[in-house]
Structure formats: C-alpha cells, structure tokens
C-alpha cells in the first residue's frame, strides 16, 4: 500500500473531523444539523454570503443557479435562516423577487464557523507543498494497491 495515500487519507480524515467543532458553538444558535454537515448547504451558505458580500443581499436564484438541490429544499433552508434572524426581506423595485439581507445575528453564526476554517487551515498547512504534488502524481497514475 502507498505510504504517501495513507497520509493523504489521514490529512483529510482530520480536516473533516475539524467539522465536529461546529457542533458546539452552533448548537446554541438551533440551526438543524442537516444543513450544518451536509456540504450541498454548506455551499448554499457561501454562495449567500459572497452574494451579500458582493451586492449587499441574495436571492434565491443566486442559490438556485449553483446547486443540485431542489427549489423547495433551498426554499426551506432560506426559511430556517429567516427563522433565526440570521437575514431579513426587503423588495425591490420587482416586487415578486424577495431580497435577502444580512442582519446582525448573522455576523454570530459566521464567526461561529471561523474556529472551524482555522482549524482547517492549520490542519492543510501541516502537509507541505511538496506532498500534495506527491499525492497528486500517485492518484492520476492510480496505483492504488489493497
């Protein structure tokens, strides 16, 4: 078996675990677990938030466009957010598109997430460089052996 696929295994088995630290600072925030570790909602989440970074709100067809999900699993998670106050709607000149604004709350809930990101980070920058060319050259050869 290929030492460099056992560390590569490793490294992302800790990545991932680093997850588990939401857990605990985003109970208090209710937010049900699905769309904490399923990673369709996590992108959802980001694409919100570059959306609101970028034009200072969202809206569903920005999520939408991006994903495999369905529109009534979007629309749900956009509930839940709404829910917990994590956005607020406002209409524009159209009145039938909603607009989905950040509030305050939801500054709480990204900062909540950011143990998590550095814990990623720290765990990506123990591999060096050189490594991951390593592990990339072994898996486009797949000499994965059992």
Known sequence: MSTIYNEYLTHIKESTEVRLILDENVKKLGIP?????????????????????????????????????SDKSIERYIKVLL???FFYIKKGKDKRIKRYYPSKDLEKHIRATWEVRIKQIETLL?????????????????????
């Open 83 to 85: 829910d917990k106050g």
């Open 126 to 146: 123990k591999t060096p460089h050189s490594k991951y060319k390593e592990i990339l050259k072994f898996l486009k050869e797949d000499e994965y052996v059992w």
């Open 33 to 69: 677990e699905i769309y904490l570790f399923d990673q369709r909602y996590t992108v959802l989440f980001i694409i919100s938030e570059i959306a609101f970074r970028k034009k200072g709100f969202f809206i569903a067809s920005d999520l939408k466009s991006q994903t495999n999900l």
